[in-house]
């Protein structure tokens, strides 16, 4: 098919980008010996245990540990091959999610506040948990916020993670199938994990009674820091898991369908008026749980059926709303589309345009920043005229071989480009930071003197001279390094969301082939 | 294919339309050099996009590396040797919840022929066996450690369920080499703690 001359154009060099992002995500996510393993098994792919220490000179002990982070945060898989050999594949894509951890986590604080936000946050740092486990970890964090004496219910804790399980943003791992126990022959080196589809959010029925427990305050020295004691045995390590066995993860395909419909709706409100995008809003979220992330458009929804569903107060009449979907369907962005007359008139939503036009409209942007607006009008015109020649074909839903090949090119290069640069401003993160090394832990120390002294009640003259210790132009140093690493930080975030743009149109295109 | 163009003009052994060019199309210059590592713009970066959300997400980033680093999944390098002892590092290090992941350990490929005929009842024994080795050593040492107490036994508990026998023997072969009470008691005085065996890193001092 013509997605491999696609492949066999690009340069090799693309790879590379993504190995060299990888690379440094793992580094700083889990060190350099998973880093290590990580990267060798994106490089050459499946490979077994042994295999993989022999290659890399890492003992067969590192290369489990590794594998066993790896695959507790869904970033390796194993699967049994014959003779019994058990091979590992590393997720190159899944790897490059590190880098939206924050939105996600952001986006969740969002649509179920606080608590809401920790339980997807726990469930990112730690690859897997169970819900009693997630439940809490969650309100112990919360309570440690809350004013003295008072603290979480487990049970709040419970009802936010149903929500979240509700509408999928969260869902159960992959688990051991349940054998008979008749079951002849030694069993397999590997277990193939399974989930039923009408399990994947199906919350075990728990009473998890309790609140959350603050860190007790000896446990800390002044500054926050756990002094090199060791903790006093606490009693509740010695009871049974309710829901042994049954792991959650973050549903990031979830979060992906909200950042697309985000998107779209942004892109509706800014081209027509608030109405109009608060009906798109409406009908992406009637198609939320029927309509699958790759499909190109939604199911088609009757007039009736969104009136119904606008958001209570919005007080349109139902002719009102005609008008506006009639307006949506004739615009030439076509991301509402027309699709019978019953019911009022059926309408869906054109997914794959929609990511289209947004990609698009990325890329221009970055032609006209990059280039000045010349080259961008040029390049509008382009694209403008091979959008005329499109209409000349029968099905709207299709693209012509030729400009659709053109476009997904376009979007592979942007994206490695894009890649790299998130690569790049790690990199220069990471140089600055060293750079500063010795200045930082000096600040560092004197803060956690500061800290100690004002806990025991120390005198201002007495906190002055401490902070004098850090001389002026040290300050400014400091200062300039935290804005420095501030926007690199806030750059990786931005870049991403034009990866995930870019992304989200090449998945749509490859899966329609 | 292309033909001959013309007496003493090369011709392309393609064809040279798959590329993008027509036929007897000036082609750019030849590059000589790579382009500059840091090339002039002309335009300048947009800002950066600022609002709350921007700021949160940037906070949120910033403390999840400072987590990340703290986490049990952080495997650290062995450090290289100081050249002074510093005493202080002593009572700095942090101390990091233990994760024995049983229930996601990877399984070893099976060697051809080593089968094993282990019951279930002797492998569950061994386990415990195991554990209450183990298990002394892992409690002094964590930070949450009723947390990672009852996550070590819901992995525990999916261990026994799922692994194979032969697993069993495998696990139970390579750990207590390295499970050892000589090797944990020699470094009690910290000189050489965390240097060598990485299995030991974690481990406690008595």
Request: hydrophobic residues 35%; negative net charge.
């Amino acid at each position: 098919m013509w997605m491999d001359e696609i492949a066999l154009r690009l340069p090799s060099t693309m790879t590379q980008a993504e190995i060299k992002l990888c690379s440094l995500l793992l580094q700083e996510h889990f060190g350099e010996i998973v880093e290590k393993i990580g990267v060798h098994l994106i490089r050459t792919g499946s490979q077994p245990l042994r295999v993989i220490a022999h290659d890399t000179g890492t003992s067969l002990d590192q290369v489990k540990k590794a594998l066993c982070v790896l695959v507790q945060h869904n970033l390796v898989s194993y699967q049994v091959h014959k003779r019994g050999v058990v091979e590992y594949e590393a997720q190159c894509s899944r790897v490059l999610r590190m880098l939206r951890y924050p939105r996600y986590i952001y986006t969740t604080k969002t649509l179920y506040s606080d608590t809401g936000e920790l339980i997807v946050e726990e469930l990112l740092l730690n690859g897997k948990l169970t819900m009693s486990a997630v439940v809490k970890k969650v309100a112990d964090r919360l309570t440690e916020t809350m004013e003295d004496g008072k603290t979480m219910d487990y049970a709040e804790v419970s009802n936010t993670f149903v929500r979240l399980a509700d509408t999928h943003f969260v869902q159960r791992c992959p688990s051991v199938p349940t054998t008979e126990n008749s079951d002849p022959g030694p069993p397999p080196p590997a277990p193939t994990l399974v989930i039923n589809e009408k399990d994947m959010y199906l919350v075990p029925k728990l009473s998890l009674i309790g609140k959350g427990k603050r860190r007790r305050s000896s446990d800390e020295d002044a500054a926050g820091e756990p002094k090199a004691k060791r903790p006093k045995h606490t009693t509740d390590n010695k009871e049974p898991i309710p829901d042994d066995g049954i792991y959650w993860q973050a549903n990031l395909d979830r979060f992906h369908q909200h950042f697309r419909d985000q998107a779209i709706v942004s892109a509706v409100a800014n081209r027509m008026d608030q109405t109009s995008s608060e009906i798109v809003r409406t009908m992406l979220r009637m198609s939320e749980i029927t309509t699958s992330s790759s499909a190109p458009f939604t199911q088609p929804l009757s007039s009736n059926e969104i009136f119904r569903s606008l958001p209570v107060g919005y007080n349109i009449s139902k002719q009102v709303l005609d008008q506006y979907l009639t307006l949506l369907a004739d615009d030439p962005l076509e991301f509402v589309g027309k699709s019978g007359d019953s019911g009022g008139g059926m309408y869906v939503i054109n997914l794959h345009k929609a990511l289209a036009s947004l990609a698009t409209a990325t890329l221009e942007s970055v032609v006209q920043e990059r280039f000045g607006s010349r080259c961008a009008r040029i390049f509008r015109l382009v694209l403008q005229k091979k959008h005329i020649e499109q209409k000349q074909v029968e099905d709207f839903a299709m693209i012509p071989a030729k400009e659709a090949k053109d476009m997904l090119y376009k979007m592979l290069s942007e994206n490695f480009m894009s890649l790299q640069s998130i690569a790049n401003l790690i990199e220069r993160r990471q140089f600055e930071t060293k750079e500063n090394k010795r200045l930082l832990e000096k600040s560092q120390r004197v803060e956690a003197i500061i800290a100690s002294m004002q806990a025991t009640g120390a005198e201002e003259a007495q906190l002055q001279e401490i902070e004098e210790m850090i001389t002026a132009p040290e300050r400014q140093q400091l200062e300039t390094l935290k804005r420095n690493v501030n926007k690199l930080d806030a750059s990786e975030i931005q870049v991403d969301e034009t990866i995930f743009l870019l992304e989200s149109y090449i998945e749509c295109t490859m899966k329609r082939q | 294919m292309a033909g001959n163009k013309g007496r003493g003009r090369a011709a392309y052994t393609f064809n040279i339309e798959a590329v993008g060019f027509s036929k007897g199309e000036k082609l750019p210059d030849v590059v000589l050099k790579p382009p500059p590592l840091f090339p002039d713009t002309d335009y300048k970066p947009v800002p950066l996009k600022t609002g709350e959300g921007e700021e949160y997400m940037l906070a949120l980033k910033q403390e999840l590396r400072e987590t990340m680093k703290r986490m049990p999944y952080f495997i650290e390098t062995p450090e290289e040797r100081q050249d002074i002892e510093r005493y202080s590092k002593r009572y700095m290090k942090v101390y990091k919840e233990e994760w024995i992941p049983a229930g996601s350990k990877p399984k070893k490929a099976k060697d051809a022929g080593k089968g094993t005929s282990l019951t279930r009842t002797a492998d569950v024994l061994k386990k415990i066996e195991e554990l209450e080795k183990r298990g002394d050593g892992e409690k002094s040492d964590e930070e949450n450690e009723e947390k990672e107490g009852s996550k070590e036994k819901s992995k525990e508990g999916d261990d026994d369920d799922d692994d194979d026998a032969a697993e069993q023997e495998e696990y139970d072969e390579e750990e207590q080499e390295e499970e050892n009470d000589y090797i944990n008691s020699y470094f009690e005085d910290g000189d050489d703690f965390g240097a060598d065996s990485d299995d030991n890193m974690d481990e406690a001092t008595y």
